[in-house]
């Protein structure tokens, strides 16, 4: 039985053109009442050797191509088939015949419909075998290969036949279990690997049944970002995947095992007509918090993306290998390259008009090509291109912005600690020796079988010593016990504040020192022996706290409020529906940033530095910034790339300079006097009111530090007390720290401070400052008597020691910071000059963005996650540097006495730089493209605020041109952006109704980050407090001591961005950054091997990727500046074309460097 065409009755009318009416029936199983009618009228038409006979004695004008659609029912009827049937029957030649499922099903192959072009695909249910049959017996066109989507459903095939092809896949390996002896197989599983036939794959790695019909893929997170397994499955309603704390893989069943590729939460998914069209669409990967974005159709929400010219080639090859015309792939794009991860087979776009007239015409033109001639039909092939370049244009007077780069401080910590001491027994050698330390000369543990094998030396080492008290084991006992009950407290038999053995907390780094330590305090012995020694510092605590990640969470949804339409105002047009102005997203912040994300007009990369604290802080910011939910540990893996190892984000040891700073600074402050003229031209030669203020408030050193030393101890004798009262024996401080464990912190405080010789170690004092500032904040319902005044003291001791640590004066603070953000600011010198020149990002394809007014807008934002080092050392730079002169300059003279008197660079410190382009100055012009400058402080103190410096508030360039009134299409404000219902934003995000931005003040609340202004209605413009559109009012707007976020009540808010400097040309900040950089010397010498392997596509890798060998072959000349300045010659961004070149890889020969597009 068939479902023809409806075609004019007689034979003879065939040759006929009648478009009035769809020539083909799909389905009638929604009209139960005419079945009988239908099935009877089919079968006066079915179609078998006597209709072939007559078509055989047509004319060739009226021969008909039948084209037979052999699928199950939900695939025949859905929508994208109907709407691509109606347009191929638009064809002249064409006729269309849907296989009824019952024929398919329970007709034999004989009696099926004949028709010369076969389409037939296989979805569950479908009988393949008969379809095989069929195509033997009749010999129609095959569109889609049958034998081939056999291989299709098996994975294991799959990757084999993309091998072949040479096609880039994860690297992979296959387990295959016998069902009847499942434990008989080629799997080691350890905590954070699997060994699958000998490979090794770390995690995290993915774990996909074999066949390809069982979507129940699971992919195993490292214990070091929070382990267990994100679980995806074939969609549910609104989830895709969810989160699992369990961490062992499956134990029955064959897998194929591939490392995990980091993709920055985005997948694209590319659907081929024939080897030459190729139509890709992005969405959220489903691992990345599991919601499924659907519009109001119930329809996942995807956006069409640009192919590079090598995906294009890997599109045809993959069409081609599996024979399959019309076929679905998905691409992972990750480390500067794009990997081939599954082939569905026959798929087509869903929603989209374009591609369905794109398709119809494409396999029209197919069909017609190959059979036209064998049929007599006269038939030419259109000459008229099929892909035709679109050139977008802009419009609209207000500024773009094109690139947001933002330095970040890690989020609130518990307290860091640290050991060191000299070691020399062999095994410590053995040990270094065998994790590669003398390549470096330093090595780097964390992992935890690394840090088993110390504490098994440790205790090794403690044993001899108690069974033979005069044996050449030179490690101190007090040094060894400390270092076994340390790693032993991480471990995972003691579960507290510090979590388990997992390594992203707590670390032991070994130095080779050829002669042994110098002595250099009077803790070290008299006698030493001579010969190579290693130095062991143990680092443990400073792990990111509950309040450090609502911090950051709540920094990232405040940080949307700097992009276009940030601010929410009111702005819609009569009669525009565009779902930004209601629903759950009605009047809120940020909302421009999640469209233009949402929509991949967003190129976003997250980088941290290899600190715990750092990696979490950056994935709860990620968290808040793209209204993301579920876990902080999928958000980890996928969104966050590692800085490690290059030296952009990490520093580990003090250059010579800063060595000789600390030694000059203990010197001062070990004088028994009070502070005179001479101490303050030593101590604070820029005369920086923070110092000066601080050196007042100590007068003495030496005497405000036995004032602190008394007050340690009175802390530790209260706490001791504390220990033998039955009522506090289970008190829990904060993040289930126990009294025991705040004793022992205080206590080796109370040990180091005070050396052997009644000198203070004035390093510790930061140290000091660090647990009494957690205590006070966080411990203080445990009452301990004269925290305040400990904190008032080691904060005074700490704004002079922790800034100063950095360089005393300019010259020294230059050289300090050199050594420590050159390979930082050349990156931001490339992110800057490389706004207009990626190509390789997600972007918008023009031709099928229905409902995105500016489909060639693409905003650059680079986000690097760091610890106090580097925002110290950049601040140093913009502010010493050479910039801008504060005498010919007064915005600058103003934002440089406003950095001289902040205190301290506090938790969720920012130095954002935002680039910006006017479309209507010359693309010649300095005018063309303009720099901003931004800072906050960070996180608020816990103590009074009275003394806070004001800056003069958050005054982007943009918010000056805000009367002017844009275009339409304004690139600015993308809050206008006319979509239609596949782009409902109320599905984009889902907080809550209220932003926490944005509420009222409560009694016995916090301050919130940005709040509407008590005394305008929703209708009246709305003052952020972080990021204010105006200058500061004065200081009423100054913060009450000890308020934070709604619903944290310890958690302190954030100081508002306050802008530095809004007028700068790109030229001065492109000249400023190579100066610096070329200025750096030594330190440029010995970064320089690192930075260029950090640009190496092979080695720009994920967080948690696999870690490939860095590029040694940069050279001096990979950093010179270009010929011509960055600014000179620009093409403006509507001379552009969205396509970008035609090369796989952006051409970056003008810096003679070869740049991936992961950058």
Not at 619 to 632: D, M, N, R, V
Request: charged share 25%.
């Amino acid at each position: 039985m068939s479902e023809p065409c409806n075609r004019p009755g007689p034979v003879q009318e065939r040759g006929r053109i009648r478009r009035d009416v769809p020539r083909f029936v799909i389905g009638c199983e929604e009209d139960e009442q005419d079945m009988g009618q239908m099935e009877a009228g089919m079968k006066n038409e079915m179609l078998h050797q006597d209709d072939m006979e007559v078509y055989e004695n047509e004319s060739p004008s009226e021969r008909q191509i039948v084209v037979g659609i052999c699928a199950m029912v939900k695939k025949s009827k859905s929508k994208p088939m109907t709407e691509i049937l109606e347009r191929l029957c638009k064809f002249d030649y064409i006729d269309v015949v849907i296989f009824p499922e019952e024929v398919i099903l329970e007709e034999p192959v004989e009696k099926w419909p004949l028709c010369d072009c076969l389409i037939s695909f296989h979805s569950k249910g479908f009988p393949l075998d008969k379809a095989v049959e069929y195509a033997k017996l009749r010999n129609p066109m095959l569109i889609n290969d049958l034998n081939m989507q056999y291989f299709i459903q098996d994975r294991r095939e799959v990757y084999r036949i993309l091998q072949e092809e040479g096609i880039d896949l994860p690297r992979y390996g296959v387990l295959n279990r016998d069902p009847d002896n499942p434990e008989e197989c080629n799997l080691v599983e350890g905590e954070d690997h699997v060994e699958v036939n000998g490979e090794v794959f770390p995690k995290p790695f993915v774990e996909k049944p074999v066949c390809a019909e069982d979507h129940n893929v699971y992919i195993y997170y490292p214990t070091s970002a929070g382990g267990g397994s994100q679980r995806l499955f074939r969609k549910i309603g609104s989830r895709s995947s969810v989160y699992s704390p369990e961490s062992n893989v499956r134990k029955t069943g064959s897998y194929i095992y591939e490392e995990f590729m980091p993709t920055d939460g985005t997948d694209v998914k590319v659907y081929t007509v024939g080897p030459d069209y190729a139509h890709a669409e992005a969405r959220k990967s489903p691992a990345l918090d599991g919601k499924v974005e659907r519009d109001s159709e119930g329809k996942e929400i995807r956006f069409p993306v640009m192919l590079t010219a090598m995906e294009k080639l890997v599109a045809r090859k993959v069409c081609l290998a599996f024979k399959q015309t019309v076929c679905g792939f998905d691409l992972l794009r990750a480390n500067g390259h794009s990997y081939v991860c599954d082939v569905n087979g026959f798929s087509f776009v869903k929603n989209s008009m374009k591609y369905y007239d794109d398709c119809a015409k494409v396999l029209g033109n197919m069909v017609m090509r190959e059979l036209a001639p064998q049929l007599h039909i006269p038939w030419s092939i259109p000459m008229e291109a099929e892909d035709i370049p679109i050139v977008p244009t802009t419009s609209g007077t207000m500024m773009e912005l094109r690139c947001v780069i933002a330095i970040i401080r890690h989020g609130d910590r518990t307290p860091k600690q640290k050991m060191k001491m000299e070691v020399r027994h062999p095994l410590f050698f053995e040990l270094f020796k065998k994790y590669g330390g003398y390549k470096t000369g330093k090595l780097k543990l964390k992992k935890p079988k690394q840090l088993q094998e110390v504490l098994d030396i440790a205790r090794l080492l403690l044993v001899e010593l108690g069974q033979h008290n005069d044996c050449e084991i030179e490690e101190k006992k007090s040094k060894l016990e400390q270092l076994k009950t340390v790693l032993e407290m991480e471990s995972s038999l003691n579960v507290n504040q510090y979590g388990h053995f997992s390594g992203i907390n707590r670390k032991v780094q070994l130095t080779y020192l050829r002669n042994g330590q110098p002595k250099a305090s009077s803790e070290e012995e008299d006698c030493k022996k001579d010969g190579p020694s290693l130095l062991l510092v143990l680092k443990w605590g400073g792990e990111l706290t509950p309040a450090g990640r609502v911090q950051a969470e709540e920094l990232g949804r405040a940080f949307r409020c700097m992009y276009p339409g940030g601010q929410a105002r009111n702005r819609r047009s009569p009669g525009c529906e565009s779902p930004v102005d209601f629903g759950d997203f009605a009047g809120f912040p940020g909302c421009g940033l999640l469209r233009l994300h949402s929509t991949y007009r967003h190129d976003l990369k997250i980088y941290a530095s290899d600190e715990g604290r750092v990696q979490m802080t950056a994935a709860a910011f990620a968290k808040g910034l793209l209204a993301l939910e579920g876990e902080l540990t999928p958000i980890l893996v996928q969104m966050v790339k590692s800085a490690n190892m290059n030296g952009l984000l990490d520093s580990d040891s003090l250059t010579d300079c800063q060595q000789k700073v600390k030694a000059r600074l203990h010197e001062i402050m070990q004088k028994d006097q009070e502070f005179i003229q001479d101490d303050f031209q030593k101590l604070a030669p820029t005369g920086s009111p923070s110092l000066v203020n601080s050196m007042k408030v100590i007068e003495n050193p030496v005497k405000t530090c036995d004032k602190v030393y008394a007050l340690i101890q009175s802390l530790t004798s209260q706490i001791r007390k504390r220990l033998e009262d039955p009522k506090s024996a289970d008190l829990q401080l904060y993040h289930s720290e126990t009294l025991e464990l705040m004793l022992q912190r205080w206590s080796k405080l109370e040990r180091d401070f005070r050396m052997k010789n009644g000198r203070y170690d004035i390093s510790k004092i930061p140290d000091i400052y660090d647990c009494i500032k957690y205590d006070s904040q966080h411990n203080a319902s445990v009452g301990l008597e004269d925290t305040l005044e400990l904190f008032r003291l080691s904060r005074a001791l700490a704004d002079i020691v922790i800034p100063q640590e950095y360089g005393i004066n300019k010259a020294e603070k230059l050289d300090i910071a050199q050594a420590y953000c050159v390979p930082l600011m050349k990156k931001i010198y490339l992110d800057l000059q490389r706004t207009h020149e990626e190509e390789a990002v997600n972007k918008l394809h023009p031709l099928y963005s229905r409902g995105v007014m500016s489909p060639g807008r693409h905003v650059r934002t680079r986000l690097y996650f760091t610890s106090e080092s580097h925002v110290h050392s950049l601040l140093s730079m913009f502010r010493y540097g050479g910039l801008l002169d504060e005498v010919k300059d007064q915005q600058w003279k103003q934002a440089m006495d406003y950095l001289s008197a902040v205190t301290e660079l506090n938790y969720m410190t920012q130095i954002v730089i935002m680039l910006y382009e006017d479309n209507n100055k010359d693309p010649s012009s300095e005018e063309r493209f303009h720099v901003e400058l931004h800072f906050s402080p960070g996180v608020k103190g816990c103590e009074d605020e009275e003394n806070v410096p004001l800056g003069f508030g958050f005054r982007p360039a943009s918010s000056e041109n805000e009367d002017k009134k844009p275009n339409q299409g304004s690139l600015e404000d993308l809050s206008q952006d006319q979509t239609d219902d596949a782009l409902p934003v109320t599905e984009l995000i889902n907080l809550q109704r209220r932003s926490p931005m944005i509420r009222n003040r409560k009694t016995g609340s916090m301050e919130v980050l940005s709040e509407t202004s008590p005394n305008h209605s929703s209708k009246g413009c709305t003052s952020h407090r972080l990021f204010q559109s105006c200058s500061r009012q004065s200081p009423e707007i100054k913060p009450a001591g000890g308020l934070g976020f709604e619903g944290c009540s310890m958690v302190p808010s954030i100081y508002p961005l306050e802008t530095l400097h809004n007028s700068l040309s790109l030229k001065q900040v492109e000249e400023f950054l190579s100066k610096v950089c070329e200025s750096s010397g030594e330190a440029q010498a010995k970064t320089m091997k690192a930075v260029s392997g950090l640009f190496d596509s092979q080695s720009q890798t994920s967080l948690y990727s696999p870690q490939q060998p860095l590029s040694s072959s940069g050279s001096e000349a990979s950093f010179r500046p270009p010929a011509q300045p960055l600014w000179h010659g620009r093409i403006p961004s509507s001379a552009v074309s969205s396509a970008g070149p035609s090369s796989p890889t952006t051409d970056g020969s003008n810096l003679g460097l070869n740049f991936s597009f992961s950058e």
